[in-house]
């Protein structure tokens, strides 16, 4: 028979409301109490899989199973938990909760169970964790494919970080294999990827109660799927990027051939490749989150909360000219126009079609959630009349599209995020491509899912970043 809380949340919708409606903490509705050991057992696989798991990791081996370990005969599927968790914890993301969380999440369900991110990364977790389940299924363990068939995952972090875990089970999907569903405890400054699934915009001050909650409904919730977008970075070889963590050196350059790059292409080519599943922005905008990273990585003591992250934000927004142009002379401060061209594929089309970027836009967003900036909806709440004039269709995350918009500066990004105006509407899109080409400018910043860098522009030859989406889709747990 379903508990209350259990009929509550099955009766839930799927699809979660706007975010500008939604509450910021972890648990913004009313809930029944969640008895601690009637959730650890919901939780917590059983110890011969989970010191299995921990051993393999540590090994960096999948097969490293000692003997006693693998029960005669495999153990019954009655012996797997409703719904295993495992947990991923960012200590360095928004507050630096994640010491005091790791601790509590420990004792609501197992030591092995949650993992440091600085000391297991998710693809060891994915290679050697998954890995041993796979070898107790391997050998007839009931227990072992029901707990591998049910697991569901909960990032303690920040947009990055949630991408990051999503990123690498990802690649289960070029092995035919099962994913596991995410769910995220929103420790970041933004978290826009948590606010468009229903887990709040932060992390609560009534943290410990809100934790037990949050494991509860991540137990229960439905899965609701995400497109996630391929990035190809090709540059000038011989060129150095600082590339953010989700961006990796690729072995070839896979760029489209079904555009004619010119002379601007470079007879060879330096290329970085990555996934997001928010939002890629190219100009100021990254400039400013660029510095305010750098910051943050160099005196880390700053970074005490997402008040005071956003105070120290926005000083960099002022100082970098953002907010206020001090000289329109100053080819830095220009419009992107001037370093950049858009091209794009629209829904069921081979060619590629170039778009005028607008006069005055200074940062370009590619975005995929209808969250961005801490919970707003720049691409705005569409008008169907406006919609069918523009060729556009209504914006979701699950939707093969990505949409393409424009701030002017920092006054006109403010209102947007306020939601009083919609952003400047570029195109809606199943590809893009945008061309960077130097001069003046010696360097274009750029951002991916909140991680910037600074990308070197040449002044013969093009750099290249084009984006398609990913064939298959990430899944998310619903915690709206």
């Known amino acids: 028979m379903e508990t209350p809380t259990e009929k509550f949340v099955a009766s839930r919708p799927s699809t979660t409301d706007s975010p500008a409606k939604r509450g910021c903490g972890l648990a913004n509705l009313t809930w029944v109490g969640v008895d601690k050991e009637e959730l650890r057992q919901r939780l917590m696989m059983p110890e ?28 019954v599927a009655d012996m797997a938990p409703h719904a295993p968790m495992i947990v991923f914890i960012n200590p360095k993301s928004g507050g630096r909760h994640g010491p005091v969380l790791k601790e509590r999440l ?22 050697y964790g998954l890995g041993c389940l796979e070898t107790f299924v391997a050998e007839g363990d009931e227990c072992a494919k029901e707990c591998r068939a049910r697991l569901r995952i909960m ?50 001050f009534a943290w410990r109660s ?42 070839e350059n896979e760029l489209d051939q079904g555009l004619d790059t010119g002379i601007d292409a470079p007879p060879m080519a330096k290329t970085y490749e990555g996934v997001f599943y928010n939002y890629l922005s190219i100009g100021m905008d990254a400039q400013v989150a660029y510095g305010f990273h750098h910051l943050r990585n160099t005196k880390p003591y700053l ?55 607008p006069k005055n836009v200074r940062s370009v967003v590619a975005l995929n959630l209808q969250s961005y900036g801490s919970g707003s909806h720049p691409w705005g709440h569409l008008k169907p009349d406006y919609l069918e004039k523009r060729g556009f269709v209504e914006a979701h995350c699950d939707d093969g599209l990505i949409e393409i918009f424009g701030f002017k500066q920092g006054w006109h990004a403010s209102f947007v995020m306020a939601e009083l105006i919609s952003a400047k509407h ?9 061309e960077l080409r130097g001069g003046d400018w010696k360097d274009a910043f750029l951002q991916m899912d909140g991680e910037p860098w600074k990308q070197p522009m040449n002044t013969d030859y093009s750099t290249f970043v084009e984006i398609k989406k990913v064939p298959f889709q990430s899944l998310m747990i619903n915690g709206a």
């Open 303 to 357: 970074a005490q909360g997402p008040i005071s992250n956003k105070i120290i934000y926005s000083g960099f927004g002022c100082t970098q000219g953002w907010f206020c142009t001090p000289c329109v002379n100053d080819p830095g401060l220009r419009g992107l126009r001037n370093i950049l061209k858009i091209h794009i594929k629209k829904v069921n089309c081979s060619q590629w079609e170039e778009i005028a970027v």
């Open 106 to 127: 420990q004792q609501l369900m197992s030591e092995e169970q949650v993992f440091d991110l600085t000391e297991v990364k998710p693809h060891e977790f994915v290679r």
């Open 426 to 434: 570029i195109a809606q899109a199943a590809a893009v491509r945008f």
């Open 210 to 251: 809100a934790v037990k909650r949050t494991l509860h409904r991540a137990s229960m919730g439905p899965v609701a799927r995400l497109d996630s977008w391929k990035i190809l970075v090709s540059m000038p070889t011989g060129e150095v990027v600082d590339p953010p963590y989700s961006l990796k050196p690729a072995e």
């Open 48 to 75: 011969y899989l989970r010191v299995a798991m921990r051993d393999c990791i540590k090994r960096k081996d999948s097969t490293a199973i000692p003997d006693h370990l693998l029960l005669p005969g495999g153990a």
């Open 155 to 204: 990032v303690a972090g920040g947009d990055g970080t949630v991408g990051w875990v999503l990123g690498c089970l990802g690649e289960l999907n070029k092995e035919g294999k099962s994913i596991p569903p995410v769910g995220v405890i929103p420790l970041g400054t933004g978290n826009d990827l948590s606010r468009s699934f229903g887990w709040g915009g932060s992390f609560p």
